[in-house]
């Protein structure tokens, strides 16, 4: 059930309720009003529904879940829950409410009952208008009686406060455990403070010296400057741009999740057959083929991909040289929606004006011209002519002249259609097909991208161009369930991530050929001299080509994102954690500096800090908790572990079902909000991601990442990462805690990684249940106590 689906119910239920009244008895009530909002406002599966379930003599209105998770109790219309006047609280005590409405009480209590007789956690009454949800068999001291309840008082109530009704009382939300965490009012103790909190001017700033200073600036040319100098964009889309369609050799997770990751959402759920943008070779045929078509069958083409796929040079690629051909007599409009408008209601306005303003500024053609304006309206100019003011032609010539310019005026006053007309005689008149792209709306809104879809729709249909628009798949997926998108069937392309490690390379290699050719990049000023920077470039795509681990870390990490992955290749360039003067004089010297996988991976995870920061760095710290609770540590490798293996089997193309996850984490000793926290950070880092995207408490399925992947097996042992994290982990032993320092010197370093590695040894202890045919804790820890003893015997050999 989608969120926005039963949003929509809800707002169809209102309607069907005012077609009742308060006598309207119990059975009525049920089947017009509690049914829907049961099944279709809240989203329960009709399969896990029971009524009339029967118990040891007793019958129950509605039990939902399997095993039942919440008992419902109908009540007539006339039934009302009420409030003392001036109370505006949405939990309140049961006592109060029974206080304030009368019968209320024993449907409570009777609810309470059945669920106490039938284990059932949570219990609600209902009477089709008003809902009442509390906690019916408790663990606690408490009587149920005595506890509070979640009110809402009309389904219009209901509808102002969704979002917490949802995460209250649909499946999911019970899942998580949201309702008793709401009514209990508890938490679970809060975890010690970090080490950082002892650490002065934390998280800090890393200095750099002159030649790291230079050397930042090379680095952001991989991502913008390069990519974006006019002067050399065709050579550099030539040189550097890579066709999608080979799968990374270096993923941690299997080929056929890379392979179907697009299949699997447009033909299985959004119905639509999609073609891959590209192929080995270049563009796919299919899409060049649909720059003619497209324009006659009056629909736009959609180019879907994630964020930091390459969409945007996709497009320029295809403009400048794929479909170089046959867009070379084409007129080729490119909007950008990256920063403007500000607001959705400017959006079709500000396409206009663009179009406008490219039509005059790169093709000469000023649709606002004398000359030009007479020939796009030649036809209605002549009917005018030829209207009630013929006579005054001869009359009066120049007054005739007025009344004939204020009605061109008026035609040009409608700029859309003024504008519609305009493409059509240059069109024709120039023999020239016309295409529009929409670029980066993905980095919009989903209200800004629907929009932009719909213009997109009706400049396809209106106008005579071909309309190219890029969207993320999860918008495409919102917009179809929403309806904004269901009456169309728009030709679908997807563009796929390329290989990491290739683009990273043509971009090292078409930086050093052009500081070669022109000793000097375009627009850049270094003061460091231009054959130090080709030694420092050579050096990199020596790394870039050799150092398969570091390939593997950007390859996973970036989980198909090439923005990304180019941002951790500008975090290293210049980083201050890099003694970039010790790598030129090794290299000056003869030497051929070998880039290490610890340097690279400490400028990525610090950035420009000088001590870990989760809220700066793109890596997420594993071994963090919200609790005092020790075994914590390994909630989210346990989690990761568990979707990737249970991913494994069943045909769901990697994808496991939330409850199961919750299932199993409990099984282990796990509460549902520590497990609620984790799966939060697991999707917010990209470690674990649910159907297109979508990083909604509504969606009930995830799969691993090739970041989380990475993560599991690979990162959360590295010392390099161990050394990092230690200042943002809470440590639960008080001895522990002590011993855990602020440490610079490598020595020490070493010491207390060692130290919090045993720690973590003593919470995997503490964990039951199957955890250890999920997680293989011991070879883990195992592998990283041997990189520590190979630490120390570099660091013996370098003394």
């Known amino acids: ?203 800090g700033h890393k200095n750099r010296n002159p030649i790291a200073t230079d050397l930042q600036i090379l680095g952001g040319l991989f991502i913008e400057d390069l990519a974006n100098a006019p002067e050399i964009e065709e050579a550099f889309l030539e040189q550097t741009y890579c066709h999608s369609g080979a799968l990374s050799q270096y993923a941690l997770v299997s080929k056929e999740l890379l392979r179907t990751r697009y299949s699997t959402f447009f033909e299985e759920q959004a119905g639509v057959s999609a073609l891959p943008a590209t192929n080995k070779k270049g563009a796919s045929t299919e899409l060049t083929a649909d720059i003619l078509a497209a324009g006659l069958s009056r629909r736009p083409i959609l180019l879907v991909g994630d964020v930091g796929s390459g969409k945007s040079t996709f497009i320029r690629n295809f403009i400048k040289v794929d479909a170089k051909a046959e867009l070379k007599n084409a007129i080729v409009l490119y909007i950008d929606f990256g920063s403007k408008p500000a607001v959705v209601t400017d959006l079709r306005a500000y396409a206009v004006a663009e179009v406008i303003r490219q039509l005059r500024e790169k093709y000469g053609t000023d649709i606002e011209e004398k000359q030009f304006v007479r020939g796009v309206h030649n036809q209605r100019i002549q009917a005018f002519g030829k209207g009630i003011y013929a006579e005054l032609k001869e009359i009066d010539p120049i007054e005739f002249k007025k009344k004939e310019i204020e009605f061109i005026a008026g035609l040009v006053a409608d700029k859309e259609e003024h504008l519609k007309l305009s493409l059509e005689h240059a069109s024709k008149g120039q023999k020239r097909q ?26 396809a249909t209106n106008w005579p161009v071909t309309v190219f628009v890029a969207l993320r798949p999860e918008t495409f997926s919102l917009s179809r369930a929403r309806g904004t998108l269901a009456a169309y069937q728009p030709r679908v392309f997807t563009i796929e991530p390329p290989r990491i490690d290739l683009v990273v390379q043509k971009r090292l290699r078409f930086a050093l050929n052009q500081l070669k050719e022109a000793g000097t990049l375009p627009g850049i000023k270094f003061s460091i001299q231009s054959d130090r920077l080709e030694k420092y470039l050579a050096m990199l795509i020596r790394a870039f080509e050799t150092r398969e681990d570091i390939i593997e870390l950007i390859d996973n990490m970036c989980s198909g994102n090439v923005r990304r992955a180019l941002e951790y290749v500008s975090f290293f360039v210049g980083s201050g954690h890099v003694d970039s003067q010790k790598i030129l004089s090794i290299i000056e010297h003869g030497g051929q500096y070998v880039l290490p996988m610890h340097e690279f991976f400490r400028a990525v995870i610090y950035k420009d800090r000088e001590h870990y920061d989760p809220s700066d760095s793109p890596f997420a710290n594993i071994y963090d908790i919200d609790s005092n609770d020790q075994k914590e540590h390994f909630a989210s490798l346990l989690a990761l572990a568990f979707i990737e293996q249970a991913g494994q089997v069943g045909g769901s193309a990697g994808y496991v079902e939330r409850d199961k996850i919750y299932r199993f984490l409990k099984e282990v000793g796990f509460q549902p909000e520590q497990v609620t926290g984790v799966l939060r950070r697991l999707v917010e880092k990209d470690l674990v991601l649910t159907p297109v995207a979508l990083k909604g408490d509504g969606e009930d399925r995830m799969r691993i990442t090739t970041a989380g992947a990475y993560v599991l097996k690979k990162m959360s042992i590295l010392f390099a990462y161990l050394d990092a994290i230690i200042v943002d982990t809470p440590i639960v032993q008080s001895d522990t805690r002590q011993q855990i320092i602020d440490a610079r010197d490598i020595s020490e370093r070493v010491a207390r990684a060692e130290l919090f590695l045993k720690y973590l040894d003593d919470s995997w202890a503490m964990i039951g249940g199957d955890a250890h045919k999920a997680l293989d804790w011991p070879s883990l820890s195992a592998s990283a106590k041997a990189q520590l003893l190979e630490v120390k015997r570099k660091t013996t050999l370098a003394n």
Not at 130 to 147: E, H, K, T, W
Not at 182 to 190: C, D, F, I, R, S
Not at 437 to 448: G, I, K, M, T
């Open 434 to 459: 016309i295409v529009v792209f929409l670029d980066n709306v993905d980095q919009r809104p989903p209200l800004f991208q629907e929009e932009v879809f719909l213009i997109a729709h009706a400049f």
């Open 1 to 203: 059930m989608n969120y926005e689906h039963a949003r929509r119910a809800l707002e169809q239920l209102i309607l069907d309720a005012n077609q009742l009244g308060d006598t309207t008895n119990e059975a009525t009530v049920r089947f017009r009003l509690i049914d829907s909002l049961i099944t279709e406002v809240l989203g329960w599966d009709k399969g896990l529904v029971q009524v009339e379930k029967y118990d040891r003599g007793e019958y129950t209105d509605y039990e939902c879940g399997s095993p039942s998770a919440l008992i419902i109790e109908a009540k007539r219309a006339s039934t009302h829950f009420l409030v003392p006047a001036g109370f505006n609280e949405n939990i309140c005590r049961i006592k109060t409410l029974c206080e304030s409405s009368p019968g209320v009480e024993s449907a409570i209590s009777q609810a309470v009952d059945y669920c106490r007789q039938r284990s059932v956690p949570y219990g609600a009454i209902c009477n089709g208008r008003q809902l009442v949800l509390f906690i019916g068999a408790r663990v606690d001291a408490l009587p149920s009686m005595d506890g509070k309840a979640l009110v809402f008082l009309s389904l219009a109530d209901m509808l102002q406060r969704f979002a917490e009704l949802w995460n209250a009382a649909s499946p999911a939300g019970l899942i998580e455990g949201n309702l008793g965490r709401l009514l209990k009012g508890t938490a679970l103790p809060p975890p010690p403070l970090k080490l950082s909190a002892r650490v002065t001017n934390y998280p």
